[in-house]
């Protein structure tokens, strides 16, 4: 079973590939943006807390973060295996994310590094923003989250990197060669699919 966790900025087409590759692996996707969403249109507590600081594309507080994924990590569905997406996105969430999967004897088996050039990047969300009119897509928030992305979430490569588990991926092409770059990518690692039901 995989272990997986997708990094790239926002407009890489991190969401959509994420969920791809879990469904080729029979993993579940696992991405702590869409369980905030999901919090905030259902008005939970959890919501919330967390609605102004996703509103301005801000990152929420590793606490409640990393508990909210411990959560989810927890529930039987994950026990063999999941995709990150969107968690950890800084050093310290790479810590709890850590500290959790040890208590587990597990880690991580593989990072796919989504790499799209800063312009593609912004012209993907500028047309997201008008197509699904996501509160954070506007231009300044959108600024704002890349450079949080440059700033934060860059970082956690290279200490992965030294762990040999990162897969650089090129995410410019069609959906499909590039969910078939990560796949071959995966399995030259080893990772098994299921066998089609
Ligand atoms: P995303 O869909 O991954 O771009 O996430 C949307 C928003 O949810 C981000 O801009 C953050 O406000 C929040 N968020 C998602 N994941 C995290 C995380 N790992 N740590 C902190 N905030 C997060």
Excluded: C, W
């Amino acid at each position: 079973m995989s272990r997986l966790l997708i990094v790239g900025p926002q407009g890489s087409g991190k969401g959509t590939q994420g969920v791809r590759i879990a469904q080729a692996f029979g993993i579940p996707a696992i991405s702590t943006g869409d369980v905030f969403r999901g919090a905030v249109a259902a008005g939970t507590e959890l919501g919330q807390q967390v609605q102004a600081i996703i509103e301005a594309g801000n990152l929420v507080s590793d606490e409640l973060t990393s508990a909210v994924v411990r959560d989810r990590l927890a529930q039987p569905d994950a026990e063999h295996g999941f995709l990150l997406d969107g968690y950890p996105r800084n050093v310290v969430q790479v810590m709890h994310l850590e500290e959790f999967l040890e208590g587990r004897d597990e880690q991580l088996d593989a990072v796919i590094e989504l790499d799209v050039p800063r312009d593609e990047s912004i012209a993907r969300l500028s047309l997201r923003a008008a197509e699904q009119g996501r509160s954070d897509d506007t231009e300044e928030v959108i600024a704002n989250r890349l450079a949080i992305y440059e700033r934060e979430t860059a970082p956690i490569l290279d200490i992965y990197r030294t762990r040999g588990i990162v897969d650089r991926i090129d995410g410019v092409g069609t959906l499909d060669e590039i969910t078939e770059r990560i796949i071959s990518a995966l399995e030259a690692r080893g990772l098994v699919r299921p066998a089609a039901a």
